[in-house]
């Protein structure tokens, strides 16, 4: 089977086509980092509209790319949710009017169930069961994976996303968009020790995460000293310290509590080096796995919902002809595989 993804949620217009044999065959990727940046965070009515200039020209060059034609194609998969309406209606409705007009399946993919798969592109995948640690923009979720659609939400983020307090802490030391990846280089220049931030709701046994109060630590520290780079180094060598140990802290209850031996990271921040470097120590302590995917696979991109479109599309799984997507969508209502 060959699944041509497509990814639209939100500021990445991703294009993939995935063969069950051969694997990844072709992989197209635009970023609008460029586009949002002058507005120093994501415009959505933007990121819809070059979505809709860029679709096409990106299924064209996967295409190409692959050497195939549209008979060669057995699917369609393409970001049905969550994200952002406008954008998720873009990939939505070429995909479904492609899979109609080239008279195959289609099948609406799930973004996290997507991340969270991610890692079975490389070389050595993880086997069920596993915890998976999804930490993006949007999301910081911490989730018993027992199967492909067996899913149990174990804890998540009450307020700010670990990856949005790193963009909203990176705006506050005036760095510019995307925030995350900036102050994560800004903290390689950090004197450790220097500010010490707190481990929200670690002192409690829970698996909830929240991170707003961090970015008001940090601001409260900006506005009183934070007039030298080097300052600025050393604030955010100690938030980005504070998210890394709550995040392992975390990780390590959630294995103690499933039992389970492996740990996946996955979503944009866990293409940050201390948050992988972090938690494969963790695990290297315990005699335990970790697996991820390649940074160019963390952030969104459609090599992910081509695979698993071509996971659910192989087990049985179709979208009907209406055009209808998810901007909020649990993936503990995904089905299991062949239900």
Not at 47 to 69: C, D, E, F, T, Y
Not at 72 to 89: D, F, N, R
Not at 142 to 171: M, P, R, W
Not at 246 to 264: H, N, S
């Amino acid at each position: 089977m060959r699944v041509l993804g497509i990814e639209t949620s939100c500021d990445e217009t991703g294009v993939a086509i995935y063969d069950q044999d051969q694997g990844l065959i072709a992989n197209q990727l635009y970023s609008q980092v460029k586009i949002h940046a002058n507005y120093g965070g994501i415009v959505p009515e933007l990121a819809s509209r070059n979505h809709v200039h860029k679709i096409v020209p990106l299924i064209q060059s996967a295409m190409s790319q692959a050497g195939l034609n549209a008979s060669e194609i057995h699917g369609v998969s393409y970001t049905a949710g969550p994200g952002l309406v406008g954008a998720l209606m873009v990939g939505a409705t070429v995909g479904r009017a492609l899979a109609y007009a080239w008279r195959v399946a289609a099948v609406a993919v799930h973004h996290m169930e997507g991340h969270l798969l991610a890692p079975m592109l490389e070389e050595n995948p993880p086997t069920f069961p596993f915890v998976a640690l999804l930490i993006s923009g949007g999301h910081t979720q911490l989730i018993a994976v027992t199967d492909i659609g067996k899913y149990q939400l174990l804890g998540e983020s009450l307020d700010d996303a670990a990856g949005e307090a790193f963009d909203k802490t990176a705006k506050l030391l005036g760095l510019d968009y995307p925030g995350g990846p900036m102050l994560a280089r800004l903290a390689q220049q950090g004197v450790p020790g220097r500010y010490t931030f707190p481990r929200p709701m670690t002192a409690s046994s829970g698996l909830e995460f929240s991170f707003s109060g961090l970015k008001t630590f940090a601001a409260n520290i900006v506005r009183a000293e934070a007039d030298d780079h080097q300052t600025r180094a050393d604030v955010a060598r100690a938030f980005e310290d504070a998210i890394v140990e709550t995040l392992i802290i975390k990780c390590r209850r959630a294995l103690d509590l499933t039992g389970f031996k492996r740990l996946v990271i996955a979503g944009g921040v866990s293409a940050n080096q201390s948050v992988r470097e972090n938690l494969r120590e963790m695990m290297r302590q315990r005699g335990e796995e970790v697996f991820y995917a390649r940074p160019e696979f963390c952030t969104d991109n459609g090599a992910m919902i081509a695979y698993a479109g071509m996971v659910r599309l192989r087990s049985g799984t179709f979208a009907n002809l209406a055009v209808s997507v998810l901007p909020r969508w649990s993936l503990e209502e995904l089905s299991e595989l062949g239900a």
